[in-house]
């Protein structure tokens, strides 16, 4: 019982966390920037967070992730941090000649107060950027909202640094597309591709965190949306914003200032969710959707008819970023899966409005919190009170599933202890069989384990 503390009793608590589901703002905006092409991102602050944020991205990858930092020492942050940074740019660029730096910022930096636009604006001035570089930039102070809100931070700022309007209307979609695995966003591309559409997405981490051992190390994979596509994004017809906390900024951003309007919709997960974008896409694109979609679509209602014996009415917890719950709560009710337990530390009260809305008629005691108190020990409370017969959500999970013993099901970041995320997406009609593989598994693994012998099942 490694968690034998936890009591079953919850107790208000006003200032204690404990076993966050969420983690901070910069590593959000590193991920962001990684989905650029050649880009460097940068941590404006002391070298820790910059470490911390690497690593994790490291663990959940296992991929190289690169990155730069301030360095801030206890002078830099008394005295402000303008000369670290400049220092940090001719330095990055002399020796590692990435085509642009993302800065984003800690809450050293933030608490301190540096003016970021005003320190590349000098370093601009005093050269220290070169002739075709660029270097964009968000605030990401840790002590508002989590690390989905850096990542949204900093898809604004690629958006304000990169995005222009010539006048001219380009035949093209945006595509925002939340935190979502490389393998998700390739298969939305994909997607897209088997439409028809032509799309601008940004960002794409897509062959830069998923990349092939070839024996030669690349400082700037292959992958990533290029600076020039999302030059482009300021002509686009639409934007398609996939998460409201992830991705709404940025597309807020791009309809105000270049007048593109936007349609936030979930990430799409499961059933539900992959139909409103693909008809989404295909009428912002003016496509119609080929039969081979129809099929695909066949194929996963096909495998929920199958096994919805094995779904049916089973309790489900999960944990993890608002713009994944809400759809995978969704896809639960469509299986006829019971959520009871909900918990996400990123906060935002349209998140337990949403949540308790949807599950108002199939599940009307669904437990749901968000923002600081909403961790993971008050969601074991939960299940110490509710028990249930699946637990979804990231690695840290892995203690209540043992303690509680439990069918655990890894979604979300990080996963830190198994791999499969960085290569096969969750999203789309396919995305769904390969959840539903993953949640059946483990639910008829737990059938055969626990089964007496007179019920040990040669066909499931
Ligand atoms: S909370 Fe602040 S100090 Fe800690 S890793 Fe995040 S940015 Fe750095």
């Not at 404990?18 to 703002?25: D, E, I, L, M, S």
Request: glycine residues 8%; hydrophobic residues 40%.
């Amino acid at each position: 019982m490694l968690l034998r503390h936890t009591p079953k009793e919850v107790s208000e608590r006003k200032a204690l966390t404990v076993n966050p589901a969420k983690t901070c703002q910069p590593v959000g905006a590193m991920y962001a920037a990684l989905g650029v092409h050649g880009c460097l991102p940068h941590s404006h602050g002391s070298q820790g967070c910059c470490s911390y944020h690497r690593s994790t991205l490291t663990r959940h990858y296992k991929d190289p992730i690169m990155a730069g930092t301030s360095s801030f020492t206890e002078g830099s942050s008394v005295f402000g941090g303008q000369a670290n940074l400049l220092q940090a740019l001719a330095n990055m660029f002399t020796i590692y000649n990435p085509d642009l730096v993302a800065v984003h910022t800690t809450c050293l930096s933030e608490t301190i107060g540096d003016d970021i636009a005003q320190i590349v604006k000098k370093a601009t001035d005093d050269g220290k950027v070169p002739e075709g570089k660029k270097v964009i930039y968000c605030n990401t102070p840790s002590y508002v909202g989590s690390h989905i809100t850096g990542f949204a931070n900093m898809c604004t700022g690629i958006a304000k640094g990169l995005a222009e309007h010539t006048g001219v209307a380009k035949d093209q979609v945006n595509i925002l597309p939340g935190w979502v695995e490389p393998s998700d966003m390739k298969e939305m591309k994909e997607i897209a591709a088997r439409l028809g559409a032509n799309i601008v997405m940004f960002p794409d981490t897509d062959g830069v965190v998923n990349t092939p051992q070839t024996g030669e190390f690349k400082m700037y994979p292959d992958g990533g949306a290029k600076v020039e596509d999302i030059a482009t994004a300021g002509d686009s017809i639409k934007t398609l914003a996939l998460g409201k906390w992830a991705s709404e900024d940025c597309a807020k951003y791009l309809d105000a200032s270049f007048k593109v309007p936007y349609e936030v919709l979930d990430i799409p997960y499961g059933l539900s969710a992959t139909d409103r974008f693909v008809q989404a896409l295909a009428s912002a694109a003016k496509v119609e959707i080929p039969e081979s979609f129809i099929a695909e679509r066949g194929r996963l209602v096909d495998v929920i008819s199958d096994m919805s014996q094995y779904l049916h009415g089973k309790k489900v917890a999960l944990y993890g970023d608002p713009d994944q719950l809400l759809p995978l709560t969704e896809f639960l009710l469509d299986l006829d899966m019971i959520p009871t337990a909900i918990v996400s530390g990123t906060p935002g009260k349209a998140f337990s409005k949403r949540i308790t809305e949807m599950c108002a008629e199939k599940a009307p005691n669904v437990k749901v919190a968000n923002g600081e108190r909403a961790d993971m020990f008050l969601l074991h409370q939960w299940i110490k009170n509710e028990p249930v017969d699946l637990l979804i959500g990231n690695t840290y999970g892995k203690y209540i599933a043992r303690d509680e013993d439990i069918p655990f099901v890894r979604h979300g970041f990080p996963i830190l202890d198994r791999i499969g995320h960085s290569y096969f997406p969750t999203v789309g009609y396919n995305g769904g069989i390969r959840l539903l593989e993953k949640m059946l598994g483990v639910i008829m693994d737990r059938q055969d384990r626990d089964a007496p012998e007179t019920r040990f099942e040669l066909v499931m």
